[in-house]
C-alpha cells in the first residue's frame, strides 16, 4: 500500500520524512471553513478527516495521512495569517497569554474505509512581546503558513516563556507519537527504507 500524505505543507512533509518511509504528498483542496456548531476541537478533527477522505477518493489502497493545526486563544481560532500584518495582529495577542495549539490527525485506509482520528493538545506560555520582538522575529523566520505565526522549530522558541504537552511533534503539525500508533494498526512498516 501506498503511504499518502494528505497536505502540501512542508513542514508536515520534513516531520514525515522522520520515520524513514516512503511517502507522496498531494494537497487536499477542501473547504476549510469553521462550522457555526463546532468547537475548535471539532473543527481539527473534521478537517484532518476530510483532507484524508478527499485524497482517499483518488487513491485507493493507500494509507492516507490528514492533518490540520490551529492556535485556540480562549476559544478564537488563530490561522495561517498569509500576510506580515495579519501576522503582527497574532503575535500582539500572543502576548503574556497561554494558547492551545490543537492538532487533528486522521489516518485512513482508503480501500476499507477504517480510519482512526484525534486531536492533540499542545500549551504553549508567552512572553511578552514587544513590537521590536516581533519585528525581528517576522524579519527573520518563515512564518506566513503556520498556525498563529508560530514556528516553534524555527525562531518562535525564543518568544515562548514554558510549553506543554505529550508529543512536542504536535506543535510543529504532525503528531508523531500518535502517527506512528495509527501506522502500526495499519501494518504499516516504520523506517522501511
Known amino acids: 500500500m501506498t503511504l499518502i500524505l494528505a497536505s502540501s505543507s512542508k513542514f508536515r512533509k520534513q516531520l514525515l520524512s522522520k520515520l524513514n518511509t516512503p511517502f507522496k504528498c498531494v494537497s487536499p483542496d477542501i473547504d ?29 489502497n493507500s494509507i492516507i495521512i490528514g492533518s490540520d493545526e ?20 497574532q503575535l500582539k495577542m500572543l502576548s503574556n497569554k497561554e494558547v492551545i495549539f490543537r492538532t487533528g490527525l486522521c489516518v485512513l485506509n482508503s480501500k476499507t474505509g477504517k480510519h482512526y482520528a484525534s486531536v492533540s493538545n499542545y500549551n504553549i506560555f508567552f512572553k511578552s512581546l514587544t513590537n521590536k520582538v516581533i519585528n525581528k522575529y517576522l524579519n527573520n523566520d518563515d512564518v506566513l503558513k503556520c498556525a498563529a505565526s508560530i514556528r516553534i522549530e524555527g525562531l518562535a522558541i525564543n518568544l515562548v516563556k514554558s510549553m506543554k ?12 507519537l500518535k502517527l506512528i500508533s495509527y501506522l502500526e494498526k495499519f501494518n504499516v512498516e516504520i523506517m522501511s527504507k
Open 165 to 176: 504537552g505529550n508529543d512536542p511533534s504536535s506543535i510543529m503539525g504532525l503528531p508523531l
Open 32 to 60: 476549510e471553513r469553521k462550522l457555526t456548531t463546532e468547537t475548535v476541537t471539532q473543527y481539527v478533527k473534521r478537517l484532518s478527516i476530510e483532507k484524508a477522505r478527499k485524497v482517499g477518493r483518488n487513491h485507493h
Open 70 to 89: 490551529v492556535a485556540d486563544l480562549d476559544g478564537k481560532i488563530l490561522g495561517k495569517p498569509h500576510t506580515k500584518e495579519v501576522a503582527k495582529k
